[in-house]
């Protein structure tokens, strides 16, 4: 029996119904039909209704065919609305970032440069002088809507799951449910409840790649919300099996081989779960939408640019927008996989170490130019651990507790002082390194220019001697660090080892011989 229409759109429309023989209520799917159309329909059917069983995924009960012309699609009625109309009722921001600047002037600006690092750093911060204040609101602005309960969704999920035994990496909720069930939620519960989502969208995409299924088309119109925040994943028109060659998803959340048509794989969605995080965090793409400008699209997804978190201000702790950077990762060899993501987003939102425990050392190295900084950065950032390399930066977690990030200097120390400020913000740990008595000499101006930008008060620093191993060391004037320490590359663990001690000389930590921390 029909009770209403919800929906119509290019190939079918939707209705709220009622089954007679139960009572229950569905949603019946009217499709109009081509025999390619009812393939994919039929296959869609069969893997919603048979190899797909999740919480967190829409049943899909039966397919009735009509001839070749229509075909009806029973479905999960899910009582809620999509993501999409989620992320719109919460943000009431809806100019396009375009409307401030020319995308020729940002394209112009940005290939001048050939250099990878740099293009990146050109593309953001042009982007953080045309935006900035514009779409810096406030917390207090935005609010979860009425009539969104958390309910005990949570404990009814963990039910479910531990009974399933998803591989064991879905039993990982919290019992105590994180939202109190009210009206209307603070700023800060919206950003909870945001986490929320983020976290069972993770586990979905975990168990559907357990089945060597790839969604393909992840994306806040795909995605609904109960009232009661429970994530249900919906249209798996698009999917395919493990691995495939033909282009599928949707312009905005398609990762970089997907767009230029390369093997599909997993990392696809882990690609698309990043911009759909980036959406529900600031209610805006992370990409610029220029379909009309293919150049700076495809430069856009061949090199990973996504607009800079912070032109919106204070909005998130900046542990996700790391999250972010790694999900964005244009090869998707050394793009994590849903596992990995899970690891560090528990880790970030403290779901397996507490605040206290939980440790961020950033490490940077100034000097003069042509003192060997990168080569330095290089070593000692590829020691035995596994590395995470990204544009400006690399980061990978040393044991379960510690995460180390390295900065490149951007060739600041060449002039450009300015970007100081942008890169070393908040450094922990700082060498200061030179070769020789010039080198040296300018040492005392990058390490003000480094304090003035820094928001650290206290910071390491390491004096760290990079000439050839059989010169002596040069005789020089005292400068204010920890201590002095020649550059030797194989001892490269052993002198980041000494800059991490100092740092957590106060905490409960360990080192063992290839630099791994663990727990006291």
């Known amino acids: 029996k029909i009770i209403k229409q919800l929906g119509q759109g290019a190939q079918a429309i939707t209705y709220k119904v009622q089954d007679l023989s139960d009572g229950s209520i569905k949603v019946l799917k009217k499709y109009k039909l081509v025999l390619s159309d009812l393939r994919k329909i039929k296959d869609e059917t069969k893997l919603l ?26 479905n999960e009625f899910i009582d809620g609305d999509s993501l999409d109309v989620f992320i719109k009722k919460q943000f009431k921001t809806t100019r396009s970032y375009e409307e401030f600047f020319s995308l020729q002037d940002l394209y112009d600006d940005v290939i001048k440069i050939s250099d990878d690092q740099e293009q990146k750093h050109r593309y953001q911060n042009f982007l953080r002088q045309k935006l900035k204040d514009k779409y810096n609101f406030k917390l207090s602005e935005i609010t979860l809507i009425p009539g969104f309960k958390i309910g005990k969704v949570l404990r009814a999920n963990q039910k479910y799951i531990a009974q399933k035994n998803f591989s064991g990496y879905m039993a990982v909720y919290d019992s105590n449910p994180p939202i109190i069930a009210e009206e209307q939620f603070s700023n800060t519960q919206y950003f ?15 168990y559907i790649h357990s089945q060597n299924i790839v969604h393909c088309d992840l994306k806040p119109e795909n995605i609904m919300i109960t009232k009661t925040c429970q994530v249900k994943l919906i249209d798996f028109g698009a999917f395919v099996f493990k691995k495939a060659c033909s282009m599928a998803g949707t312009l905005g959340f398609m ?11 997993q990392k696809a969605d882990i690609w698309s779960l990043g911009a759909v995080f980036y959406l529900m965090l600031f209610g805006h793409f992370p990409f610029l939408q220029c379909t009309t400008f293919v ?52 880790k970030l939102n403290c779901k397996s170490v507490t605040v206290e425990r939980l440790k961020c050392v950033k490490i940077a190295f100034i000097g003069a130019f042509n003192t060997g900084k990168t080569h330095i950065f ?11 390399i990204q544009s400006v930066t690399r980061q990978y977690w040393l044991g379960e507790w510690i995460q180390v990030t390295f900065y490149e200097t951007m060739q600041a120390e060449r002039g450009n002082h300015e970007m100081y ?21 300018q040492l005392q101006k990058h390490k003000e220019l480094l304090e003035s930008a820094n928001k650290c008060c206290d910071t390491a ?29 194989r001892k490269a ?9 100092h740092c957590l000389k106060e905490e409960f930590y360990k080192f063992d011989d290839t630099v791994v921390v663990k727990k006291k």
């Open 493 to 501: 663990d052993k002198i980041l080892e000494k800059g991490l001690q």
């Open 378 to 388: 290089n070593k000692m950032s590829q020691n035995s651990l596994e590395k995470e």
């Open 192 to 206: 909870k409840t945001v986490l929320h989502f983020m976290e069972q969208l993770i586990d979905v995409l975990i």
């Open 255 to 265: 990762a970089p081989e997907v767009r230029f048509q390369q093997q599909i794989s």
């Open 421 to 441: 400020e942008i890169l070393f913000g908040d450094i922990d740990l700082c060498y200061l390194v030179y070769n020789d008595l010039e080198s040296f000499n």
């Open 295 to 346: 150049e700076l699209m495809n430069l856009q997804f061949a090199k990973g640019f996504f607009v800079p978190l912070d032109i919106f201000g204070e909005n998130v702790d900046s542990r996700f927008g790391e999250l972010i950077e790694r999900i964005f990762t244009v090869n998707y060899q050394k793009r994590p996989c849903a596992k990995e993501v899970k690891d560090v987003f528990s």
């Open 461 to 489: 620093y390491f004096l760290l001697w990079n000439g050839f191993p059989k010169r002596k060391r040069i005789q020089h004037e005292k400068i204010d660090v920890v201590e002095e320490i020649d550059w030797i590359e």
């Open 49 to 74: 209704a048979s190899k797909l069983d999740h919480p967190n995924i829409m049943k899909s009960y039966e397919l009735i065919c009509q001839d070749n012309d229509f075909a009806w699609q029973v």
